[in-house]
């Protein structure tokens, strides 16, 4: 299975803004990735996908403030979150879409009102 390594969470405040990186151990190229997260209490959910082809899907509840993007050469996987909200709160995972079953240690995002 491919280790998944995600970087550059934090403490923001509301209307702020955050960039997530995610690298693997090995390939990505052939796989949708998606960003998920996991709030306190609640079950993780997929926030945003990139296909191969670089089609990107986003949940309702992020659409038109995150972005996702991805390099295959350097085996990477970003999240852009612009316009935090404090609902954003959640450790944020990357993984392939659907999920493998390895999932790295996430990073804390947390958003203060």
């Known amino acids: 299975q491919v280790q998944l390594v995600e970087s550059g969470g934090g403490l923001v405040q509301a209307g702020g803004s955050l960039s997530l990186s995610c690298i693997a151990s090995d390939s990505i190229s052939i796989y949708t990735m998606g960003w998920y997260r996991q709030a306190p209490g609640k079950q993780r959910e997929l926030v945003a996908g990139i296909t191969r082809g670089l089609t990107q899907t986003y949940d309702a509840s992020v659409k038109g403030r995150f972005t996702i993007s991805r390099d295959n050469v350097k085996k990477m996987v970003y999240l852009r979150m612009n316009n935090l909200k404090p609902d954003d709160t959640a450790v944020y995972y990357c993984?392939?879409?659907?999920?493998?079953?390895?999932w790295g240690q996430g990073t804390q995002v947390t958003v203060s009102s």
């Open positions: 993984n392939s879409a659907p999920p493998q079953d390895y």
